[in-house]
């Protein structure tokens, strides 16, 4: 991390440490998307992540790991989209994690 103090620097180093769950499994889900792709996202997906990620560990697991769905839309999306996001891309750098 560098020592950008903007809100834009800020913001990204709250949804950093908001995305290191501490469980292998959703770490190596959300922080490949959040550092490959979150920026790329519109401001209603970027608030979708950052709701995401205020929910608990155990929904965020049924989520990801394609056992259930989230029922809100906006949190469908931006769940689907992070696991195309695993599907689709090497993180074999992040199994480090």
Do not use: C
């Given at each position: 991390?560098n020592?950008?103090?903007?809100?834009?620097?800020i913001?990204?180093?709250?949804?950093y440490?908001?995305?290191?769950r501490?469980?292998?499994?959703?770490?190596l889900?959300?922080?490949p998307?959040?550092?490959?792709r979150?920026?790329?996202?519109?401001?209603?997906?970027?608030?979708?992540?950052?709701?995401?990620?205020?929910?608990?560990?155990?929904?965020?697991?049924?989520?990801?790991?394609?056992?259930?769905w989230?029922?809100?839309?906006?949190?469908?999306?931006?769940?689907?989209?992070?696991?195309?996001?695993?599907?689709?891309?090497?993180?074999?750098?992040?199994?480090?994690?």
């Open positions: 991390m020592d950008d103090n903007s809100p834009a620097a913001l990204r180093k709250r949804l440490w908001h995305s290191r501490g469980m292998w499994e959703l770490d889900l959300l922080i998307f959040l550092e490959q979150f920026d790329h996202l519109g401001e209603a997906d970027q608030l979708a992540y950052q709701k995401l990620i205020e929910g608990e560990d155990q929904d965020l697991f049924v989520w990801l790991m394609h056992r259930e989230p029922e809100e839309p906006s949190q469908r999306r931006i769940v689907q989209m992070i696991v195309e996001h695993a599907e689709t891309t090497d993180n074999s750098a992040y199994r480090t994690l």
